[in-house]
T-cell receptor, first 113, second 115 residues
Framework: GQQLNQSPQSMFIQEGEDVSMNCTSS?????WLWYKQDPGEGPVLLIA?????ELTSNGRLTAQFGITRKDSFLNISASIPSDVGIYFC?????????????FGKGTLLTVNP | SQTIHQWPATLVQPVGSPLSLECTVE??????LYWYRQAAGRGLQLLFY??????ISSEVPQNLSASRPQDRQFILSSKKLLLSDSGFYLC??????????????FGPGTRLTVL
């Protein structure tokens, strides 16, 4: 099946630093989604992107849908301890089933206060 | 507003025992429903999805099964659990059609430990 390459796998940063993570695919996606999962809980949708080139913000989070439709990035500015968790990208493949998403393997973020 | 529930929250079961996990969605009708498993190490594996009552699509052949007896109820079952069935099981839903139909919303999960 389709796979997304998400990087980095993990990040250790100091509180206040900015964070950037990205996902790439060898095929075109119609939709890019970014989720955050806190320990022991279900993933929560942070940002949804539907147009190539789209740049969307949600508070300190900013995500972009790559022009080629094969990549997306998520930036977190001025990180705080509660940003700790696993961040997943997910995409709906162009021409694929309308009902399924492909997920990246996640980026584990640790923020040192 | 829509909410999604899963129970139980945690479960410890012996190998060979049966399993039944339940997921219900409130505040919407005719949702698409999904079961995922998340093993330690984080990746989300899609197990089953359903676009309507009685309609189940299986993604991974295994000893699990799913059923959708009602519009907003999705059940994950097994007749005999294996050690490898341990993991964090997540139910998700999304709107059937519409501009945001790709946005899936997850439940709180069930932590299953098979001993």
């Amino acid at each position: 099946g389709q796979q997304l390459n998400q990087s980095p796998q993990s990040m250790f940063i100091q509180e206040g630093e900015d964070v950037s993570m990205n996902c790439t695919s060898s095929s075109i996606f119609n939709t890019w989604l970014w989720y955050k999962q806190d320990p022991g809980e279900g993933p929560v949708l942070l940002i949804a992107l539907y147009k190539a080139g789209e740049l969307t913000s949600n508070g300190r989070l900013t995500a972009q849908f790559g022009i080629t439709r094969k990549d997306s990035f998520l930036n977190i500015s001025a990180s705080i301890p509660s940003d700790v968790g696993i961040y997943f990208c997910a995409g709906q493949h162009s021409g694929g089933s309308n009902y399924k998403l492909t997920f990246g393997k996640g980026t584990l973020l640790t923020v040192n206060p | 507003s829509q909410t999604i529930h899963q129970w139980p929250a945690t479960l410890v079961q012996p190998v060979g025992s049966p399993l039944s996990l339940e997921c219900t969605v409130e505040g919407t009708s005719n949702p698409n429903l999904y079961w995922y498993r998340q093993a330690a190490g984080r990746g989300l594996q899609l197990l089953f999805y359903s676009v309507g009552i009685g309609q189940i699509s299986s993604e991974v052949p295994q000893n699990l099964s799913a059923s959708r007896p009602q519009d907003r109820q999705f059940i994950l079952s097994s007749k005999k659990l294996l050690l490898s069935d341990s993991g964090f099981y997540l139910c998700a839903w999304n709107v059937h059609g519409g501009t945001s139909h790709n946005e899936q919303f997850f439940g709180p999960g069930t932590r299953l430990t098979v001993l």
